[in-house]
């Protein structure tokens, strides 16, 4: 059989090598240094056989695929760390995740931060013994019986799923074995650096009508020194966490009276308006007309649109004059009516549509988290309709509109595309057009992206910006998918140049992805201290006495008058208490007030994180701000 590597060199072997063995016939180095093989787009340990004609990319640590495989073992390692430990201890699942993994245990001891640490000693201990994973096959009846015999209820249940005639995979690790599909490394000689995180309930399966467990997260490297900067940058990021943030700048809190439906508090209304303010200014002026949808509409609807089929699990319903009705989860379909509300010509298209949009989403309370994951939150939708031989330029135009969104934020970001996946509804050759109008926008724009095939919308493919914010991390925010599929279910026409009904294309797009995940995001990105511009106090006078509140106070009004927010802080403390709780609360500008500015006819100013400016005139100092918020400094 043919071998081919990614330089195009192409080398026989024979049929059931191991990868293993096929890197070190080309150098000891590379197997030295190779976690796995990508194998016709599938990852493969180095313990596993190729029967066939193959595309071969040898991975390590730094590409994803090998860190997939790195983690995955880990979470055996530490599977078997605690059989070890807690002999009674029954399997889920442990699978590697971003950044790490997790596995999931039913047993009657409940975990603590304790067992944590011994659970992490043992996994090191479990690493110097040497093992090599033992990876093996069994028929599904064989399969079942062991598991059967072994009392593990959950695994019993996943090989109860799988088709009759289904082989399973096992991996042995000393005295754990599990079924598994893999892949994992050779041995544990790489595994130098590892760290238990923390507990976690979850449902088996993610159902919460089914068991809870206990989930243990951990992370491993290849290096001592990689685990240590990641630890920092957690640490960084619970600095960050835009929960704690949120509740201490008075932007926003969760109460339990409604779970997943943040409160935004008047600071955080203000962020909030000043983002959206800044995406209505910025839409008008690109040709959007702005609409608002109902956030209920009919069941046939959503039948309709597919949405039923395909989502109706995550959908809130209610009964109105005996009608079936359901919360909305998306916008299209509004939008969609409000096209058919009109005739159309071919003059008409592109028609640009944005709506705020206010959708409901059905979570598991155990997946809510802060403004990140929420049940009710605001879209920043916008539905295009247009003519096919428009595709390629209307997607070049969101594309630079979504850049200079995030360059006015400081965010870097790149780019994915993801293609037709199985659920998905319409002909290959209406999604081969689709993904071809997408990719042909990228390239216009000379845009690298990573390909993610099979992940795209039910209706159509689509492109997704990934944020990477000020600790590194990434954040999928805006998305561009292409739809063949709506127009064609509710039957949506314009008139074309020789007067005859022509179907539309339909582009379904979003910049920020969510406002409150968005808001979410530039709490954690600017750790609390906003540009001056969506700052909720953007100045605060600070008056060295009592004296002087009255000159304080015109100076507030002042800047208000000039539209920039501000406020007195008249308490009756020391210049120095009044300094550092500005700075708490990350507020841009301090302006000190005593006898000495007021005689001068100056302002002395401070600003956050840089500290004293020096004194300047205050119109000079308006005139400053001012052109700072205009420009949208950052």
Known sequence: MKIQFPDGAVREYEAGI?????????????KRNSLGAVVNEQTMG????????????????????????????????????VQRLFPDVKFAIGPAIKDGFYYDFDTEHRFTPEDLEAIEEEMKKIVSENHVLERYEMPRNEALEYFQKEGEVFKVDLIENLPEDAVISFYKLGD????????????????????????AGAYWRGDEKNKMLQRIYGTSFEKKKDLEEYLNRLEEA??????????????????????????????????????????????TQEGYGEIKTPIILSEALWHQSGHWDHYQDNMY?????????????????????????????????PLKM???????????????????????????????????????????????????????????????????????????????????????????????????????????????????????????CGTIQLDFQMPERFDLSYIDE?????????????????????????????????????????????????????????????????????????RAEKIGFK????????????????EKEIENGTVSVRKRDLGDLGSMEGSAFIEQLTEEIKEKKY
């Not at 191991?18 to 590379?30: C, E």
């Not at 029967?51 to 995955?72: K, L, P, T, W, Y």
């Not at 004059?321 to 003059?347: F, Q, W």
Request: proline share 4%; aromatic share 10%; glycine share 8%.
């Open 176 to 199: 754990f074995v599990d079924l598994c599909k893999g892949p994992h490394l050779y041995d544990l000689k790489k595994v130098k650096a590892i760290k238990l995180l923390s507990i």
């Open 18 to 30: 191991l990868v293993g063995d096929i890197a070190g016939d080309i150098s000891q180095g590379l």
């Open 46 to 81: 180095m313990q596993e056989a190729i029967n066939e004609d193959a595309a071969v990319r040898f991975v390590n640590f730094d590409d994803e695929e090998g860190r997939d495989i790195f983690h995955h073992t880990s979470a055996h390692i530490m599977a078997l760390a």
């Open 498 to 570: 020789t007067g005859e009904k022509a179907r539309p294309v339909m582009v379904h797009r979003t910049i920020l992805g969510s406002i409150e995940r968005f808001l979410g995001i530039l709490i954690e990105h600017f750790e609390g201290k906003f540009p001056a511009w969506i700052a909720p106090v953007q100045v605060r006078v600070l008056p060295i006495s009592d004296r002087f509140n009255e000159a304080g106070q015109d100076l507030v009004n002042q800047l208000k008058a000039e539209g920039i927010r501000a406020e007195l802080d008249n």
């Open 354 to 476: 944005g709506e705020l949009g206010l959708v409901h989403r059905h979570e598991l309370s155990g997946a809510l988290h802060g403004l990140f994951r929420v049940r009710a939150f605001t879209q920043d939708d916008a539905h295009l309709f247009m003519l096919p031989s428009q595709i390629k330029d209307e997607i070049v135009k969101i594309i630079e509109l979504a850049d200079y969104f995030y360059k006015v934020f400081g965010f870097e970001y790149h780019v994915e595309l993801s293609t037709k996946p199985e659920n998905a509804m319409g002909s290959d050759a209406d999604w081969e057009v689709a993904t071809n109008g997408l990719i042909e926008a990228l390239k216009a724009k000379d845009i690298n992206y990573i390909l993610n095939e099979g992940d795209g919308a039910f209706y159509g493919p689509k492109i997704d910006f990934h944020l990477k914010d000020a600790i590194g991390r990434t954040w999928q």
């Open 579 to 594: 300094i550092r709780s500005a700075q708490v609360e990350k507020i841009p500008y301090s302006l000190i007030l005593g």
């Open 317 to 349: 319903f209610t009964k109105i004059d005996e009608g079936e009705y359901a919360i909305k989860p998306m916008n299209c379909p509004g939008s969609i009516l409000v096209y058919k509300s009109d005739l159309h010509s071919y003059r008409d298209l």
């Open 238 to 283: 619970k600095k960050r966490d835009h929960r704690k943030l949120g509740k201490e700048l008075g932007l926003f809190t969760m109460h339990e009276e409604g779970p997943g439906f943040p409160f935004f508090h008047p600071k955080g209304m203000v962020v909030r308006n000043e983002l959206e303010n800044f995406w209505k200014e910025v839409h």
